[in-house]
């Protein structure tokens, strides 16, 4: 298809009036056509209006119409074919081989989310039947489902054009839930957003549902994003980007009449624990599995290994002096934005000019205007625990080692982390004791732990948590990723005593849906 350059409002295609927004190839530097213009206040009223209309018909449709729903947008990305990861690989430097990958992995998602809602798990369903003869006072009958918040904003994430953006996790499961979708498309990849949004709204055409159920929206300032979350028919929000991006969207939020939830996943460093037995008997290998994971798409994952702590000593030399080797032989990669890059060589210049850190080694450089020239510093953990700005998260492939004196020390590292999305224990059998000792810290800390792994890659599937204390997101009850993300958007509702002819079909006797059910506590269905 033709690239329009303009904002999807419902089934319309509006030219914005704002300031210009151009997509920049972070490999060469060079603007890409077309122009988009950022919307008003008056396009965030638009789609805010129309997604409240679609709402209480959408939220109703049945568990095969939406599930078919999120197949069909889907289908409809696959059909756009190699025009979008072309165009995703112009405007973010990555390879094609990735965006084909993260293609795959958001129509998995979407897919996923469809066998989710067809289960129907989702909707909690708990029947407590009347008991009129309980004795000293009766029962009346209750019935408790869950219901979808309302319309929600997501905002695109600029270091995943797909899985995280507009057709993304956040999207997906809010459609899931039955709510619509209002998304703010990042301003560094507007092509390929007004790629997948232009799928998303032939699939709201194909299956007959009302247009406002998703509208895509640009703006290049922090207007747009503020009156989309300030908007009180916004009822959520879905974010993925910088602390203080979230935390301005996160006081926006609360500010309102009606405070509504905003779950963004914000900062995170993700400690790599080194135990003395398994640095002992295979710390080269771990060296080269942590620089790998740490130059995974030039460390621009919200997962990057940022952090390793491990016992002062030759082992933990051995382990430096290896990585620090792997770290120089690392060509340099081209960061997604000159933005990115920016910050990248500040948060590095940052370590660099610390009193309290030793650079070990950089990667190789290139000419390139955005390139990544890895990074491994290293510091002590007396240091680092009087030094706040060493849990300052680089986004890039850079990482700071931590060398503690004792276990006592390294828990105590632990102990003073900041909510992380991932912790890894890197240990052996003769670890065991120490590493129960840090898991019981480890989980009030991260989302996620991983033994003898590396936190990047994020499985989309049931069991998956991508979440964790603040930083790292703004509400450590949930996940972005996998099948109980659905749950963001939801909540219970109970129903006492209805006539029979008012109970949403979900809580009738008969169980139309055929879902498995809580009925007086026991589990049927």
């Known amino acids: 298809m033709t690239l329009q350059g303009t904002l999807l409002i419902g089934q319309q295609a509006v030219t914005g009036s704002q300031a210009e927004i ?53 289908e409809e990305i696959e059909a756009i074919g190699a ?24 129509c998995g998602q979407l897919r996923l989310f469809a066998s989710v809602v067809r289960a129907g798990e989702w909707l909690d369903i708990r029947l407590d039947p009347a008991l009129p003869e309980r004795q000293p006072l009766p029962r009346a009958d209750l019935r408790q489902r869950h219901i979808p918040l309302g319309p929600v904003a997501v905002f695109g994430a600029s270091n995943f054009p797909l899985a995280f953006s507009v057709a993304g996790g956040d999207t997906a499961s809010a459609l899931a839930a039955g709510c ?5 498309g990042h301003s560094a990849h507007p092509g390929t957003s007004e790629l997948v949004g232009s799928a998303i709204q032939r699939a709201v055409a194909k299956c007959g549902l009302p247009e406002g159920v998703f509208s895509l929206l640009f703006g290049s300032g922090k207007e747009i994003g503020q009156a989309l979350v300030a908007d009180p028919r916004i009822k959520a929000v879905g974010f993925t980007g910088s602390r203080s991006g979230g935390t301005a969207l996160m006081a926006t939020a609360q500010a309102r009449p009606e405070p509504i939830p905003v779950y963004a996943e914000m900062s995170s460093i993700n400690p790599v624990f080194l135990l003395p037995e398994a640095l002992n008997a295979r710390g080269s290998k771990i060296a080269e599995g942590f620089v790998a994971s740490l130059n995974m798409g030039a460390g621009q994952f919200c997962t990057n290994p940022g952090l390793v702590i491990g016992l002062k000593g030759p082992d933990l030399d051995a382990f430096v002096a290896t990585a620090g080797e792997a ?29 309290h850190v030793k650079e070990i080694a950089r990667g190789q450089t290139n000419n390139a205007p ?53 912790a890894t224990l890197q240990l052996d059998d003769g670890d065991l004791a120490a590493a129960k000792r840090l898991l019981s810290i480890l989980e009030r800390r991260a989302g996620r732990i991983l033994a003898n792994g590396w936190p990047t890659g994020v499985e989309v599937c049931h069991a998956m948590v991508h979440g964790g204390p603040y930083p790292a997101t703004s509400d450590a009850r949930t996940t972005s990723v ?44």
Do not use: W
């Open 482 to 525: 996998g099948s109980a993300a659905i749950y963001r958007f939801l909540r219970p509702v109970c129903y006492q005593d209805l006539p029979a002819g008012l109970l949403p079909e979900a809580l009738r006797d008969d169980n139309p849906f055929n879902i498995a059910r809580l009925v007086d506590g026991k589990r049927e269905g």
């Open 327 to 355: 770290v120089k032989a690392s060509a340099a990669q081209t960061m997604l934005t000159p933005g990115i890059h920016t910050a990248y060589q500040s948060g590095v210049a940052a370590l660099s000019g610390s009193p």
């Open 83 to 106: 025009e979008l990861t072309e165009r995703g690989v112009a405007e973010t430097g990555l390879p094609q081989a990735r965006l084909e990958g993260e293609r795959g992995r958001t």
């Open 22 to 74: 151009f997509a920049i190839n972070p490999a060469t530097g060079e603007a890409l056509a077309p122009t988009y213009h950022g919307g008003s206040r008056a396009e965030v009223e638009q789609a805010c209006q129309l997604a409240e209309a679609a709402f209480d018909h959408y939220r109703e449709t049945s568990l095969e119409t939406r599930a078919h729903f999120l197949e069909t947008i889907a």
């Open 180 to 184: 619509p979708v209002v998304v703010k």
């Open 370 to 422: 955005h390139g990544c020239q890895t990074g491994l510093f290293v510091a002590s953990a007396n240091d680092f625990l009087t030094d706040e700005a060493l849990q300052s998260e680089v986004f890039g492939a850079t990482s700071l080692v931590i060398e503690c004196r004792d276990s006592d020390e390294m828990q105590r590292v632990a102990d003073q982390l900041e909510g992380q999305l991932t």
